[in-house]
């Protein structure tokens, strides 16, 4: 590895939105509620900010579209967009400007008003040119599904409750958390008897899209602690894309996201891990699709491939469990305002290791790592972000 940030940028300020339909807030006031915790949560106002970025499918007003509200005047503020990567990717302009020694304090914020659209689906889907094969996200999922039964054996009353499982975890978890979207328990009979969306992806398999912002605060490790006693230090943040003709291929199984896996190898080396399966501590992973979350534990080598359904059985990937998966409620539950999910991913992360979390709160938490995948699953770009104290 030509270069590493470990232990050279810490997160010392979050701030989080309540995601959801939130038509009484416009964009701008969204970003300001982000930002103002935040803000107060590092003990830092506008003026210390040096630079910005922010992650959003939203292009209307580049980087103004947080330099207005925020009254950031004349600094350098830089809209990214990535899919549903953007707000790691605006975490990672963030800290590589800390850690390339151009600036002492950076603000990264991930907002989308997706509600306000007037259309379905995530804006842009509409714009592939007539040379791109065409599907739909929960259709693309859906593949996913069926092959990963076909391969490991299950049935399809096996497979569905496998993916049950998954989507009752995270909506418990979300029940706890004041600032999730979906707060309400389910039983397996309610998830197994949903309206189906893509067979056999149905309703509560599949995540909601949503209103939010989130941000963080980023500075130098070596000054981190002026600012707070308990500081969250970025351990690795690795980015992992492909062509989309690496899936049009008869070679590609549709059981698994090699980018996800390479993200995550390449992830691990930066951050010293040998074995990810004991040494993260909990996760926050891109669960648009319940299926997705099952693979993603094996990309990530938290499962052994086609073991999924022994560890969710297990209750391995539960809030008690030894590595907790979605804590917050996840994708499925806390809401999918796609620029701010990222963010929203480590603001769980840091609120954890601070000891924090309230009644979600998971024990020792150790390494955190959080996963953001952006675009279709045969042609994603894959954000992973580890921290830890």
């Not at 959801?20 to 006031?29: A, C, T």
């Not at 990717?89 to 991930?110: N, P, Q, S, T």
């Not at 328990?185 to 939010?212: H, K, N, R, Y």
């Not at 979605?326 to 769980?348: N, T, W």
Request: aromatic share 8%.
């Amino acid at each position: 590895m030509t270069g590493s940030i470990k232990d050279r940028v810490a997160i010392v300020g979050m701030g989080c939105t309540k995601f959801g339909e939130l038509w009484d807030k416009g964009p701008g006031e969204l970003i300001i509620d982000a930002v103002t915790e935040a803000y107060k949560d590092a003990g830092v106002t506008s003026k210390d900010i040096q630079a910005a970025w922010v992650g959003t499918l939203f292009s209307g007003m580049g980087g103004r579209a947080i330099s207005e509200p925020l009254k950031l005047q004349y600094k350098p503020v830089t809209r990214v967009e990535n899919a549903c990567g953007s707000g790691h990717e605006a975490v990672r302009g963030a800290a590589y400007a800390i850690a390339a020694g151009i600036c002492d304090i950076c603000l990264a914020v991930g907002f989308e008003k997706l509600k306000d659209e007037g259309g379905s689906g995530l804006p842009g889907m509409e714009n592939r040119s007539n040379t791109h094969y065409q599907s739909t996200p929960p259709g693309m999922f859906a593949m996913m599904a069926t092959n990963y039964f076909n391969r490991y054996g299950f049935s399809p009353e096996e497979g569905k409750k496998m993916l049950a499982k998954i989507s009752i975890k995270s909506h418990h978890n979300g029940t706890l958390n004041p600032k999730a979207h979906f707060r309400r328990e389910l039983t397996m009979e309610q998830v197994l008897t949903a309206p189906i969306i893509a067979w056999p992806l149905g309703l509560f398999d599949c995540c909601g899209v949503s209103d939010g912002a989130a941000a963080a605060i980023l500075t130098r490790a070596d000054i981190a602690k002026k600012f707070r006693p308990d500081p969250v230090y970025i351990k690795a943040l690795q980015i992992c894309a492909s062509p989309t003709s690496g899936r049009m291929t008869s070679e590609y199984d549709y059981t698994h996201v090699e980018e996800a896996y390479r993200g995550g190898v390449a992830a691990y080396k930066e951050a010293g891990i040998k074995e990810p399966r004991k040494e993260i501590g909990m996760a926050e992973v891109h669960d648009c699709f319940s299926i997705t979350e099952a693979v993603t534990m094996e990309d990530l080598q938290f499962s052994k491939r086609g073991k999924v359904k022994e560890d969710i059985e297990a209750g391995f990937f539960e809030l008690t469990g030894a590595l907790p998966v979605q804590p917050d409620g996840g994708l499925k539950c806390f809401g999918h305002p796609v620029g701010a999910s990222g963010i929203r991913m480590l603001y769980e992360m840091y609120k954890q290791l601070q000891g924090k979390a309230d009644k979600r709160q998971i024990k020792n938490p150790k390494l955190g790592l959080a996963h953001n995948m952006g675009n279709e699953p045969y042609a994603p770009v894959v954000s992973i972000c580890i921290v830890g104290l």
